[in-house]
């Protein structure tokens, strides 16, 4: 790896300003510690619901229960807050690609090693989060950490694949997602709701959606930029005509 | 002291010193760290104080929030990071404008 | 029948983003697909509305799971009012941007405000506090990439700064949310209502939420990341920066003033009477700053400073009344506002700058553009019969009702302070003065012209309907303790 | 009873050595240091979550809190830096 370092020495604050705010850092840190302290030894939560409804939602893992069927929203949601970080990277151009012409001969023998287990790895991690710790957004970290090992052994996406089927990749989560959400809603039911015997199934055809576009969304903003975009082509500053 | 108030001081502590280093420091990059580790800090709040089960299984709901949360935190970063390459992109500094020392 | 479907509720929140995906995706169509979508959505939220103010308040269960377990969504009056005004904001945004955008920038900017206009109308209808995390993110995310998209270094330390204080802010928010659920086991906004009670935990946690959501608010002293933000984005931006971005903030904190955080009256008076002091300051901070600016959109941005502080106002007052003063302050700055940002806008197209004292011979070029300032300067000012107007009003007769007669002096000099500046910006526009070295102006787009002065028009228009918008506010009465 | 202790000791040298990590992070003078240091307290994050019985977040927080955070930081660090080193080079080409 090549050696990155900056040093940047910043004039140290006087320490009066220092000293101010270390105490007030203080207090506020006793004060929270009073107001934990002063919580119900016994939790008031929820286990008790997500265990008794654990069967109605097609997934043994509390968790998965959670954030797939009992508040999957929030999960829908937070698809479309990666994604819209995605838009603002993107539409901040990068500066400039990170042209790194040496290759560590190390790096591209692990990476081709690395590569295929990480996507098997992944698809495990999906498979398993139904029962056991694991998931989409694990899952999706680690088939990104295969994208960006690629990266960095200076590996591009073909031109051909760069524009809409990269787009149409990144959506694909979030779109299944809302369109099997609403699709039982012509069934009678409401916006999210599965019947019990398909949501198994269902949220496991979700996840595997939301893997892939997680997984390439978060190695897309490693890489900065929109691929299909020319990285020295300056950005406009025109707004109007 | 169960794990559970132990961590979630642990939490407090981190909270606090983030916002410390976020209010001081001037570098953004070191901004952007300071903010990660004050969102780490209220992580561990949430998950912790889920631990108050004694033996039996924890509370799955802050889970499932702190894991959405560890999402919504890599998002803001990505974006802040880039942000920060534009800054300095285009003022020469990767710093605030009220904090540049010339 | 598909106009009682209980839907569309959700069809409110899923359609812009998918809007947003299709502009994402088929970007040679990205216009027609935006404006679809922003139709859409209109209609959506009307027919939504419709439902509310004929059979009252809709819940719905979102995956059919009842809170504590699932999240609830819940519109009453209030929220049908602010997915109004974002509506109506948003669609003549929307048609100014297809006019104002091309090319690159309308390629960022459509999926970010369609993501925008779904995390405000998600935000709106919401009663689940971590769901409004979520929502809060997506409006700070996506807020924080239209101010970045004017480019240059303005406008991206702006939004650099920005960007810090919105997740500082979301930040505070989720630690409370977090003592929250732990204290009383859940983070729905109707249960916590009935668990809710005063202990010193209870301040903490209140103090954090409340910093946390006047940061993004841009409270007077917290707003100053504002002016910087509002004035370098983009004119279609800085409108819905100013007009709904801080307001739905301001949204959550007024929910969980009224609804969670269990005060009575003395504490709330008491509380209340520091943010009504801040909020004075705000008026009067703001309301100078403003009237010193030489750039015109900075003065706006000013302005809003000035303006958020009287939302303020009403929390001191505590009064059903003082609440709806303060929401037809929302109403009213979110459309003199937007119209104001749209004058701007047009100015800086055709003159090429927005310097205020050289904005002679304005009004020959642009009559409909200085009309349309003119018409939202008197709603600023609060000038009958605008709807500015009717806000003030309220709060006077609330202010008077409770013997806080000095928040009315607070309003007179802020009416003052307005009414400087927008005469300022006006006496330059009318100065005829035929300079040859000038470049020639160039001439706009006749859709940014209407834009603007229609909005202008709603603005005044405002002050007529207002005991229409009065009684919808009624609806769930959720100015009420314990209401939702 | 013993076996509670020794875990309990766990459990404190974990907070405090996160509570060191994250100070370091951020006084730290060297950005490429701080970096490192923040994917160890990442790292260390992950096992405060095992202990909590939270596997689910540890696996994220492992994944995507400190392997692609840390990631997305050190990438950043090496694009700042060549824009620093361009800088510099630009600079001694005026100067000489």
């Known amino acids: ?241 | 002291m169960t794990p559970a108030f132990l961590y979630a001081l642990v939490g407090i502590v981190l909270f606090s010193i983030g916002l410390y280093g976020l209010i001081l420091y001037k570098h953004l990059l070191r901004k952007i760290l300071a903010i990660n580790i004050l969102g780490s800090g209220v992580f561990l709040v949430m998950v912790a104080l889920a631990a108050r089960t004694g033996d039996a299984v924890p509370d799955a709901v802050p889970h499932a929030m702190v894991i959405t949360g560890i999402v919504v935190a890599v998002s803001a970063t990505a974006l802040a990071l880039a942000l920060m390459l534009r800054v300095d992109a285009e003022t020469g500094q990767a710093v605030l404008p009220e904090d540049r020392e010339e | 029948m598909l106009i009682d479907s209980p839907h569309w509720i959700s069809i409110i929140i899923l359609l812009p983003i998918l809007g947003a995906v299709a502009s994402f995706l088929w970007r040679q169509h990205i216009v027609k697909i935006a404006l679809t979508t922003a139709t859409g959505t209109v209609i959506s939220v009307g027919i939504l509305s419709w439902q509310v103010i004929s059979n009252g308040v809709q819940c719905y269960e979102l995956g059919a799971w009842n809170a504590p377990l699932g999240i609830e969504l819940y519109v009453d009056g209030l929220s049908v009012l602010m997915l109004l005004v974002t509506a109506v904001v948003g669609f003549a945004i929307s048609i100014y941007a297809s006019a104002y955008f091309e090319g690159n920038k309308s390629k960022h900017f459509w999926p970010l405000w369609l993501f925008l206009w779904s995390g405000l109308n998600a935000l709106f209808v919401s009663s689940d506090i971590f769901n409004l995390f979520v929502t809060l993110e997506i409006i700070g995310l996506s807020a924080v990439a239209l101010v970045a998209l004017s480019g240059g270094a303005k406008a991206i330390t702006a939004a650099m700064r920005y960007l810090l204080v919105s997740l500082l802010g979301s930040m505070l928010y989720l630690m409370g949310v977090a003592l929250l659920y732990h204290s009383y086991g859940t983070v729905d906004m109707v249960l916590l209502s009935l668990r809710t009670e005063m202990n010193p935990a209870m301040w903490l946690i209140m103090g954090l939420m409340t910093v946390g959501l006047l940061l993004k608010t841009a409270l007077f002293p917290l707003h100053f990341w504002l002016p910087a933000a509002h004035s370098s984005a983009p004119v279609p931006v800085s409108a819905l920066l100013s007009a709904l971005v801080v307001k739905a903030s301001f949204y959550i904190l007024w929910r969980l003033w009224i609804v969670v955080f269990p005060l009575d009256n003395d504490a709330q008076v008491g509380l209340g009477f520091i943010l009504g002091v801040l909020g004075s300051l705000a008026i009067v901070w703001g309301g100078v700053k403003a009237l010193q600016q030489t750039r015109l959109k900075l003065l706006i941005a000013y302005s809003t400073v000035m303006q958020i502080g009287y939302l303020f106002l009403a929390f001191p007052l505590a009064s059903i009344m003082g609440w709806k003063a303060a929401l037809y302050f929302i109403l009213a700055h979110a459309i003199a506002k937007t119209a104001m940002f749209m004058v701007a806008g047009n100015i800086l197209i055709h003159k090429g700058h927005d310097r205020i004292a050289d904005l002679y011979s304005t009004v020959q070029h642009l009559p409909l553009t200085i009309v349309a300032f003119s018409l939202s300067g008197i709603s600023l000012m609060g000038l009958p019969p605008s709807g500015g107007f009717v806000a003030k009003w309220l709060l006077l007769e609330a202010a008077i009702v409770s013997g806080q007669w000095w928040w009315g002096i607070v309003l007179l000099v802020g009416g003052l302070l307005t009414g400087a500046y927008v005469f300022k910006v006006l006496g330059y526009a009318f100065i005829q003065e035929n300079s040859t070295n000038e470049p020639r102006p160039i001439g706009i787009s006749k859709r940014m012209e209407w834009t603007a002065l229609s909005m202008a028009l709603f603005a005044i228009v405002l002050g007529f309907i207002a005991p229409f918008v009065l009684g919808i506010m009624d609806i769930g009465s959720p100015f009420t303790k314990g209401s939702l | 009873m013993e076996e509670i202790s020794i875990l309990l000791l766990f459990d404190v040298l974990v907070g405090l050595t996160l509570v060191w990590l994250a100070w370091q992070t951020l006084s730290s003078l060297d950005l490429f240091r701080a970096i490192v240091l923040f994917i160890a307290f990442g790292l260390l994050m992950a096992l405060a979550w095992v202990r909590l019985n939270a596997p689910d977040v540890a696996l994220a927080e492992a994944t995507i809190g400190a392997g692609l955070t840390g990631a997305l930081f050190l990438s950043a660090l090496a694009q700042l830096s060549a824009s620093t080193k361009r800088k510099d080079e630009e600079n001694k080409i005026e100067n000489s």
């Open chain 1, 1 to 241: 790896m090549r050696k990155i370092k900056l040093k940047i020495l910043e004039k140290k604050p006087s320490l009066f300003t220092r000293l101010t705010l270390g105490i007030l850092m203080f207090l506020l840190a006793a004060s929270l510690a009073y107001a934990v302290w002063s919580l119900p030894t016994q939790a008031l939560g929820l286990s008790a619901e997500v265990a008794k409804n654990v069967e109605m939602s097609g997934v043994s893992n509390p968790v998965t229960a959670v954030l797939l069927n009992y508040r999957s929203y929030d999960t829908l949601l937070e698809l479309g807050v990666l994604l819209l970080a995605l838009f603002g990277v993107w539409s901040l151009g990068g500066v400039s690609a990170n042209k790194s012409s040496f290759v560590n001969p190390i790096l591209d023998f692990l990476s081709r090693f690395l590569v295929p287990v990480f996507i098997l790895f992944s698809g495990y991690l999906l498979w398993v989060g139904g029962f056991a710790p694991g998931g989409a957004f694990q899952a999706g970290a680690v088939l990104a950490a295969a994208g960006v090992l690629l990266f960095l052994n200076d590996w591009q996406l073909e031109r051909k694949y760069s524009g809409f089927s990269l787009r149409f990749v990144l959506v694909l989560g979030l779109v299944l997602f809302v369109a099997i959400g609403f699709g039982f809603v012509f069934l009678d039911r409401v916006f999210l709701e599965y019947p019990p015997q398909l949501a198994g199934g269902l949220i496991l055809l979700i996840e595997a959606a939301a893997t892939l576009s997680i997984g390439i969304s978060l190695a897309a903003l490693f890489l900065g930029r929109d691929p299909s975009v020319k990285s020295d082509s300056k950005i406009d500053t025109g707004v109007h005509k």
